[in-house]
């Protein structure tokens, strides 16, 4: 399915994303990102095994562990979040509402006050 110039200007530039963002806003919702956003040889990539993981033609992912994953569908424009089941949990309409939705949270550090030292694999 061919991309339009601002769907492929989209999909080269998300890759970006890793530096400044950790989250997505979706209506009152944050996601938190645990991921990277892929970069473009991972994008052209997916489109060999895609069809293994049960993803629309339509779709085009760009971050996720194959498992969960957030698409571009070539038809909408629309950018869609999608887990295991191939559920859509989330959609924005278009990929610039999903760039102004994206976010830089502070993250918290591990609460480790509960390790037993002597009972963890964890080197202190």
Partial sequence: MALTREQHEFLMKVSDFNSRCNAVQAGAMTIHLHHSFWKQTEIDRASEVKEDW?????????????HDLICLNVETGAIEMLDDARRQIVSWPSHDVFIASLESLVEMPIDTSGVIEKESWLDF
């Fill in 54 to 66: 049960d993803i629309p033609g339509r779709l085009i992912p760009f971050y996720g562990d194959w």
